[in-house]
């Protein structure tokens, strides 16, 4: 299968999307399985992967009744409050869906950047490996480390850092680039952890080029190995840069040097594994 493991559906009248720029045209609109399916067909994409977009159950709720609803949604990656142990049920609930896979604390938004450090969150993690479900890991470079030593003290959870730890691309310069390439080499080296090509874009420039992206995606396949990284959409946060075909086609160009084989692991096999779909 050709998947999309990482894209987000919508309705901001349900009011608790709170990252969320009010008025914003792109981002501040209801986003539905209609107004992607065409999109998916045009370009062969098989399948995707639904993800969290609200720190709410109810949204995970809301995601896992739209995937009833909708074929080409083969799993969803939710949220539970890991601040209340008591969420364990709701994890245990929640994983007797088909298509229920994982969660995603939204670390990126929370102000102690050592909030995933805390005693009383490390049940969650706990939980996720002995449900065999698995942890989105979303940051940025400067939560390198403390996601490192969270990987190590769990070495049985199933992790996938999105979006490649959001490398600053519109503030490039060669110690930031080199922060961000040591980090990611430790977490490909020293955990079990895979990668999700995604959203490089969106931390570009607007006049963002397939050329600037070159050296981060080059440090990902060569630290990683395609056998642990997954092309993901991020749509439609990603129409903040470009639309869909314009990330997809300048994801083809960066990878156009590898092998079929290679290809066809970061284009679909690699998130069917990790996923189990």
């Known amino acids: 299968m050709r998947i999309d493991s990482h894209q987000h559906f919508w309705n901001p009248a349900r009011g608790d ?24 067909v045009r370009y062969q994409i098989d399948g995707t992967v639904l993800v969290q977009a609200a720190a709410t159950v109810a949204e995970t709720e809301y995601m896992l009744g739209l995937a009833d609803g909708s074929d080409f949604i083969k799993g969803v990656v939710g949220w539970v409050d890991f601040e209340k142990p008591s969420d364990v049920k709701v994890l245990e609930r929640l994983k007797g869906h088909p298509k229920f896979k994982g969660v995603r604390p939204m670390i990126q938004d929370i102000p102690d950047d050592d909030w995933m450090l805390r005693d009383d969150v490390q049940w969650g993690y706990a939980a996720l490996a002995d449900l065999d479900l698995t942890f989105d890991a979303l940051g940025f470079p400067r939560h390198l480390a403390n996601f490192l030593t969270i990987l190590k003290r769990y070495p049985n959870m199933r992790t996938v850092i999105d979006h490649c730890m959001k490398p600053q691309i519109r503030d490039h310069s060669e110690a930031n680039f080199t922060f961000w390439a040591e980090g990611m080499s430790r977490l490909a080296g020293e955990t079990g952890a895979f990668v999700k090509f995604s959203a490089l874009i969106t931390e570009a420039n607007p006049d963002w080029s397939v050329h600037a992206l070159h050296p981060y995606v080059d440090h990902i396949v060569k630290v990683f190995g395609p056998g642990r990284i997954m092309w993901g959409s991020d749509w439609p946060v990603c129409r903040l840069r470009a639309e869909y075909e314009g990330w997809l086609g300048a994801a083809h160009h960066l990878t156009e040097g ?10 679909g096999g690699t998130a069917e594994e990790f996923y189990g779909l």
């Open 258 to 267: 590898l092998s079929l084989a290679d290809q066809k692991r970061i284009y």
């Open 17 to 40: 999307y709170d990252w969320m720029p009010k008025g914003d045209p792109v981002l501040d609109r209801v986003y539905r399985p209609g107004d992607l399916v065409g999109t998916l």
